[in-house]
């Protein structure tokens, strides 16, 4: 097998590129999702690559602009020519697990990186104030993290640790349990009759 130095993604199949991306190291996997050709199969390859704990949010970013949305930002979905959709689509998702907090920030900072996240939310700031946005809107608290090194700049948005033993079962009702809304109470079920 090729070191990740040299892997060539312009040949093999997408079963032949996922095999290697799932036989790397953990360590080697966000440099390898990092040097991924998106020309060659970028929605089973890095689909599955991105939906790994293991890669962080700094690397998320790089990966979600290898994928240049730039191209695509502005058209509807039915505008992408049929060959790019696999790409946007995969844009779609790390898009959606960037803004949903699923990768954890790293602490090291990629100034190449930096510049084009600072180009990339300055454009958004421009669209909001404009009125418009494009495709891919990216969580600006979110990436926030990755210019403060981990930190989240916002201590009043800080995410709390997932809840653990007695506590988990408190949460999942909270979130279960419907709540009153507008000062009114949900009317409780009758026996047999479900909500």
């Not at 948005?157 to 506590?167: E, F, Y």
Request: charge should be positive; glycine fraction near 10%.
């Amino acid at each position: 097998m090729q070191t990740m130095a040299r892997q060539n993604w312009g040949i093999g199949t997408s079963e032949g590129h996922t095999a290697i991306m799932r036989n790397a190291a953990l360590a080697d996997l966000a440099a390898l999702a990092r040097s991924y050709d998106w020309s060659a199969h970028p929605e089973p390859v890095l689909g599955w690559v991105m939906a790994q704990t293991c890669i962080d949010l700094g690397n998320a970013v790089t990966v979600f602009f290898g994928g240049e949305p730039e191209r695509f930002n502005y058209l509807s979905k039915r505008e992408v020519p049929r060959c790019y959709v696999p790409g946007a689509r995969l844009l779609d998702n790390i898009c959606l697990r960037i803004n949903c907090g699923f990768y954890l920030p790293d602490a090291q900072g990629d100034a190449a990186r930096m510049v084009r996240l600072a180009n990339w939310t300055a454009a958004q700031k421009a669209d909001r104030g404009q009125g418009t946005s494009g495709r891919w809107v990216l969580d600006e608290d979110i990436v926030a993290r990755l210019a403060a090194g981990g930190v989240c700049p916002h201590p009043a948005k800080r995410i709390r640790p997932a809840p653990q033993g007695a506590m988990l079962h408190v949460r999942l009702r909270a979130l279960l349990v419907p709540r009153a809304v507008g000062g009114m109470r949900p009317a409780p079920c009758r026996p047999g009759e479900r909500g």
